[in-house]
């Protein structure tokens, strides 16, 4: 039997009983598809209790007008909302969240710089509202994972930057904009179109979708244009803009991911739509030193988020080892030239769904794993034309994106650009074990664990102070510590933050 809760009394008492964590769905109610598809992800996403909210907020409408046409559907939500996977809802009245004359409730302030763009130009206060509102809910609730649409995303940015400042230990986990069959977002206030209203709103979300095609192929915006074509449809924009996803601010010429947002009027209704434009799918660069567990880590991030994985580091050992076979003095200059004219260095997909690298056609995944190409390989990779032939070779692999790649100059020279850089590290003890344990690396077996930390701290020297590309965090990275970390924990923790930069949208594209 699914528990309604309508005090805040009750609320926190039914909350001291739980065994489990909180998942939280906040609505102002009139629940259609998007809102079941925040529940039923809510409810796969883990074994937690599942709290659902209605509450017409009075703070976050522009007039009394607006507020008393808001469509009240108490008995319909239950049910939805019931079905679709809630625990419990709650259905407070407006005394329960802002009881009169309570001094400790928090009327507050949404970010200056994100309000002040977009839906915040001519709905002063709105933001204020979606920021006093939730602030109160979280307070009471207590919920570890909060879910909410992308369909709003500047909301969603400024509840993001909330939770950071007020350092509420509670998790936003956000969904893609969800659609109806005609293309146009689901939304409470879709009940007040007409036919005709409709029409409008699904033209002014095709040309959306129609710029952002156009930008895949073209990498730039026409806004004058787009809006001609809305204006000649007689559609009233209130504003469409170009700007930075994060900061909704103008564009800087090196930004790979923009949003294209603005909002119309048909009738007396007010619908908002946006699009995100890419110059290149999203990049994850995951730079750190020898056995702090990258190709492992990388590995499974690629395959959790279907993403290409290029090891460069493979890319030097496969170099290395044919510079060995082919017993080239890589000190002359010309004997190394002759042969690099040549190289040719390609992955391929095994029949373990794993990855083989070939160079010239040998395939040398095994091989290259051994002690006596680990001895020489930091040399190698720090030869001026050695590292610009495979640094082109790597940047012409990420020229449309896609991909998580990892090595040692990933973040810093290879793609400087990359949406995510993480500096991976460990322990010289912890990465010596890790070495020690791994049974690719036989040669790492059979050698004094002592002499294997001598041997890693040497590596870390070469790398970090050879000239060209030496091993450094860039600046941007974020540094994560692995020692006492499993696998998958590091995993699920990079794939947050990667969650946290690209939007979901741009993930299912």
């Known amino acids: 039997m699914n528990k309604i809760i309508r005090k805040t009394e009750e609320l926190e008492q039914w909350r001291l009983e739980l065994k489990n964590d909180i998942n ?6 009139n629940l259609h598809d998007g809102h079941l598809k925040l529940i039923s992800t809510a409810k796969s996403s883990n074994c937690n209790i599942n709290l659902v909210s209605i509450f017409v907020n009075p703070l976050q409408f522009e007039s009394k007008e607006d507020l008393k046409n808001y469509p009240i559907t108490i008995g319909k939500d239950i049910e939805i909302a019931c079905s679709a996977g809630a625990d419990a809802i709650f259905i407070p009245d407006r005394a ?4 009169p004359n309570n001094k400790s409730i928090s009327y507050l302030k949404a970010s200056k710089e994100l309000s002040s763009a977009l839906c915040g130009i001519r709905r002063e206060g709105h933001f204020d509202g979606v920021c006093t509102v939730v602030f109160r809910l979280l307070k009471l609730v207590q919920p570890k ?8 995303w500047q909301q969603l940015l400024i509840l993001k930057n909330l939770v950071l400042e007020k350092k509420l230990n509670v998790n936003i986990i956000s969904i893609p904009t969800q659609r109806d069959s005609d293309g146009i977002p689901l939304s409470s206030r879709n009940v007040h179109l007409s036919n005709k209203e409709r029409k409008l709103i699904r033209f002014f979300s095709n040309e959306l979708l129609i710029a952002k095609n156009n930008f895949k192929k073209e990498k730039k915006i026409n806004l004058k244009e787009i809006i001609q074509k809305l204006s000649a449809e007689k559609i009233l924009i209130e504003y469409l803009d170009h700007l930075h996803p994060y900061t909704l601010q103008n564009l800087g010429a090196d930004d790979n991911i923009s949003i294209l947002a603005g909002a119309i009027r048909c009738g007396k209704t007010r619908l908002i739509d946006h699009v995100f434009l890419m110059k290149r799918s999203p990049i994850i660069a ?9 190709s492992t880590v990388t590995k499974l991030i690629a395959n959790k988020l279907k993403l290409l994985y290029l090891d460069t580091g493979a890319m030097y050992r496969a170099l290395s080892w044919l510079l060995l076979k082919e017993k080239i003095d890589y000190k002359k200059e010309t004997e190394l030239n002759h042969i690099l004219k040549d190289i040719s260095i390609v992955f391929k997909s095994n029949a373990n769904s794993h990855q083989d690298i070939f160079i010239n056609n040998y395939c040398v995944t095994e091989e290259i794993r051994s002690q006596e190409i680990s001895s020489i390989v930091s040399k190698i990779s720090s030869i001026k034309e050695v590292r610009q032939l495979l640094v082109e070779e790597q940047r012409k692999i990420g020229e449309s994106g896609g991909l998580v790649a990892e090595g040692r100059d990933i973040g810093t020279t290879v793609f400087p650009d990359a949406e995510l850089k993480i500096f991976l590290t460990a322990s010289i003890n912890e990465r010596a074990k890790r070495r020690k344990s791994d049974k690719k690396s036989k040669d790492s077996q059979e050698i004094d664990l002592n002499k294997l930390k001598e041997l890693i701290k040497k590596r870390d020297f070469e790398d970090s102070n050879r000239e060209i590309s030496p091993l450094i965090k860039a600046n941007d990275a974020i540094e994560i510590i692995t020692d006492g970390y499993s696998i998958n924990e590091v995993v699920d923790k990079i794939i947050d933050l990667y969650n946290d930069k690209i939007p979901k949208e741009i993930q299912i594209q």
Do not use: Q
């Open 24 to 29: 939280f769905i906040p609505t102002m109610g």
């Open 96 to 99: 329960d969240i802002y009881p």
């Open 145 to 152: 994972n909060l879910y909410l649409g992308e369909k709003d």
């Open 286 to 294: 995951i730079d750190g030193p020898a056995g702090s567990g990258k």
